[in-house]
């Protein structure tokens, strides 16, 4: 059973460039999630898809970010002119969920994140 | 606004010594709810969770919690720790149908 991928673990990046992350989500699995994570919190979401559609976007994604799925399997992050406050772990993470269903579709699975660090 | 509190930002036990974290959510809907274990260097992994039914669930390595809906809590407990579970420990809500929201997290050291 694969579970959820993220490529690269490790990004460090100078202030004011580019970056692009990516899930690869446990294969069945509809719905794809990222989640920000910073030192001594948890978990804060940002954004999911339904298969390729983006259907939610939390406040905490500012323009700089944008997230696709353009085939409803893998998805990419990207980061536009980074700054240290981006500095984070970036988490993924996938369920097979479907619309009106109960309990264990709501279940996340995570993958090891990729940790971002602007200088 | 909703929010997950757990009470215990660090906890530091000895070997077979009781664990009980707590968690308190504040949403008065219909939640699922859930409990995450981050252990060194590893990636999040779900430890138990509770839709419905029964409020006392077991979940994994010995890990059970117990929903209590009058006073919003959903609290981890283990009778007996061991160095193997020293680890970070997160409480989660899932208020709609897609957000997970998590609590701070509680670092658990055990000292063998």
């Known amino acids: 059973d694969t579970g959820v991928s993220q490529d690269p673990r490790h990004k460090i990046t100078k202030r004011g460039q580019n970056v692009t992350f990516r899930c690869d989500p446990i294969?069945?699995?509809?719905?794809l999630y990222w989640y920000r994570q910073t030192l001594g919190q948890g978990p804060e979401f940002l954004t999911y898809?339904?298969?390729?559609?983006?259907?939610?976007k939390s406040r905490l994604l500012s323009d700089r970010f944008s997230a696709e799925r353009p085939k409803g399997s893998f998805s990419t992050l990207e980061i536009q002119r980074t700054e240290q406050g981006d500095s984070a772990m970036y988490l993924c993470?996938?369920?097979?969920?479907?619309?009106?269903?109960?309990?264990?579709?709501?279940?996340?699975?995570f993958g090891p994140g990729t940790r971002l660090t602007v200088t | 606004a909703q929010s997950v509190s757990q009470h215990n930002h660090h906890v530091i036990l000895s070997e077979a010594a009781s664990l009980e974290l707590g968690c308190n959510y504040s949403y008065g809907g219909t939640v699922n709810l859930f409990w995450y274990v981050q252990y060194p260097g590893q990636h999040l992994q779900l430890l138990l969770k509770y839709f419905s039914g029964d409020p006392l669930v077991k979940g994994i390595k010995g890990f059970e919690a117990e929903f209590i809906k009058s006073k919003f809590s959903f609290n981890l407990r283990k009778p007996s720790v061991q160095w193997s579970d020293t680890a970070e420990y997160f409480c989660a809500v899932n208020l709609n149908d897609y957000k997970l929201s998590f609590g701070a997290g509680t670092t658990v050291t055990v000292r063998a």
């Open positions: 993470a996938s369920s097979l969920t479907r619309p009106g269903s109960l309990g264990r579709a709501y279940e996340q699975y």
């Open positions: 294969s069945e699995h509809n719905r």
């Open positions: 898809f339904q298969n390729e559609a983006q259907l939610e």
